[in-house]
């Protein structure tokens, strides 16, 4: 089984187009990503459990963190900026050379920018999911 390498895992987000025929853009200046996925968990312990914690599965809900060097007039991240400043709702995806891709809507909910005296300028960018996170195999037609 072959190994992966991060730098070719790429967050997109949709810039136009139609629910049929969406028009997905990368990312300009990534230089990480992490997607998080947690699962809520219920206590539902009773005292009839023995003294043993007992759980169930509640909600599940996802994150999506990136950062990165700014280019100017990005078209992704001036999309992103529209966005925030219209506290609208985006899609975005994560993108594996495989084909392999992780989808859903989000907000945006940290977007600062960085201009150190001595450094590039960077971004960091952190998206809440609302709703489901679908899954397509490359396979998957």
């Known amino acids: 089984m072959a190994k992966l390498a991060g730098v ?3 967050l997109y987000v949709q810039t136009g187009g139609t629910n049929d025929t969406p028009t997905y853009t990368v990312l300009g200046g990534q230089s990480g990503a992490t997607l998080n996925r ?8 009773s005292k009839d459990a ?11 809900s996802w994150t999506l963190e990136c950062n990165g060097f700014l280019i100017a007039d990005d078209t992704a991240t001036v999309y992103l900026e529209q966005s925030w400043l219209n506290r609208a709702m985006i899609k975005a995806e994560i993108r594996f050379p495989s084909g392999r891709k992780y989808t859903g809507h989000c907000i945006i909910s940290d977007f600062p920018y960085e201009f150190p005296q001595d450094g590039a ?3 960091k960018l952190s998206l809440t999911g609302t709703g ?3 899954l397509m195999d490359g396979s998957t037609p």
């Open 50 to 60: 023995n003294g043993w914690a007992e759980n169930v599965a509640g909600v599940n």
């Open 121 to 123: 300028a960077t971004y």
């Open 8 to 10: 070719d895992v790429l």
């Open 38 to 45: 947690a699962t809520h968990v219920v206590d539902v312990t």
């Open 132 to 134: 489901a996170l679908t």
